[in-house]
């Protein structure tokens, strides 16, 4: 075990609402350290997620615990498991998956049902346990994803984060065969999955976004009608136009901004559902509550995924039929090495990919690479 360092860069929520902080001498937990049941992962990549900057900015009902290691979406290598763990589904070597959800009990009432995001006793990766924006962190051998062996780590890395939250939220829809489904979002992380998802569940789609790049995007992948939020004055009318006429089945909406949710409820047809999947911190939900009932809408939330979702959703893209459009930014860019790589300079990349997402700007994901 002696290859494993004692200190690692990573970075660091110093204390709510201030700036990730690089450091280069963030201390590793040693193998010795690791409780029965913890494994420590050597990461090779992490997915930078909106969520990471609600975490950061502290805009969230709910708080982060600091100092704390940002990040959810990481994947590495096991490459030591806590003493006495007995029974254990992973070993010393295997390609695993970090997620938003770190733990849950695996016991309650809610992780029985399958929904151990709603354990009382869960831990959140990168915010209130530490998280994947380091080259070593501490998981969980229950609940670390095993990678299917032909899919990349940094397309992984945005599965297990964006592709599980729209691929559960899908699934839960009751969304059918033939059925229209609009994803507003639909060129950013979250909707690039979702469309194709919604495409191989035989859904048809309607995107909803703006520019060119994602509009290209969009139609690449399968979407069938695009409409561009800043340029169409009257989306609740144009969506139901693009759906025959009668509106949509459903609305899987991922993005911040109330609006998209309000103007679900106005376009889905009579007996469709709005799932809600984004987190905005304040936002409250004013749908009519007329319509609500006398056009027989569902109003459902869908939270990250559990275990099996994340097999799902993964096992799904390892057969090439969700492909993630992602950036990756680290080593492999020689010229932008200095701009890039996490040591030293590192703070302008994970900076610059925050003011990116913050502004809309970034289409598909970004990945980070860590240093070898
Ligand atoms: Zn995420
Ligand atoms: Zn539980």
């Not at 900015?57 to 709910?62: S, T």
């Not at 399968?222 to 509106?247: L, M, P, S, T």
């Not at 993005?255 to 469709?272: E, F």
Request: charged letters at 20%; glycine letters at 10%; a negative charge.
């Amino acid at each position: 075990m002696s290859n494993i360092p004692t200190t690692q860069t990573a970075a660091v929520v110093p204390f709510h609402g201030a700036d990730l902080e690089i450091r280069n001498d963030h201390p590793v937990r040693q193998p010795s350290e690791l409780a029965p049941g913890e494994c420590l992962i050597k990461l090779y990549c992490t997915g930078v997620c909106h969520t990471d900057l609600h975490a950061s900015h502290d805009d969230w009902p709910l708080h982060a615990t600091t100092p704390l290691v940002g990040g959810h979406e990481g994947v590495g290598e096991v490459v030591a498991i806590g003493a006495n763990t007995g029974e254990c589904p992973v070993k010393i070597g295997d390609r695993v998956g970090i997620k938003w959800l770190a733990y849950s009990c695996l016991n309650c009432e809610q992780c029985r049902n399958g929904r151990e995001q709603n354990c009382p006793k869960a831990k959140l990766s990168g915010f209130s346990v530490d998280g994947t924006f380091a080259q070593y962190t501490v998981s969980y051998v229950y609940h670390v994803t095993p990678i299917p062996n032909n899919l990349d780590s940094s397309a992984a890395a945005s599965i297990l984060c964006a592709g599980v939250t729209v691929y559960r939220a899908l699934k839960y829809s009751g969304a059918k065969i033939g059925e229209w489904v609009v994803l507003p979002g639909a060129g950013g992380g979250l909707g690039h999955l979702a469309i194709q998802y919604a495409v191989n569940m035989g859904l048809r789609v309607v995107a909803i976004d703006t520019g060119l790049e994602k509009k290209n995007l969009c139609l690449e992948l399968g979407a069938e009608k695009w409409i561009d939020f800043q340029q169409e004055k009257d989306i609740v009318q144009a969506v139901r136009d693009a759906c025959d006429g009668e509106g949509a089945h459903c609305a899987v909406v991922t993005t911040a901004s109330p609006s998209g949710y309000t103007q679900a409820v106005d376009y889905l047809r009579p007996g469709g559902t709005l799932m809600a999947v984004g987190l905005p911190g304040e936002a409250k939900l004013e749908a009519s509550i007329f319509f609500t009932v006398f056009k027989s809408i569902n109003i459902l939330g869908s939270y990250v995924g559990n275990r099996q979702d994340a097999v799902e959703a993964l096992e799904i893209a390892s057969r090439g039929k969700v492909v993630v459009k992602y950036e990756c930014k680290g080593l492999s860019d020689p010229q932008r090495v200095s701009r890039l790589r996490w040591s030293g300079h590192t703070a302008d990349t994970i900076h610059s990919v925050y003011d990116a997402l913050a502004q809309g700007k970034v289409a598909g994901r970004i990945v980070l690479e860590m240093p070898k």
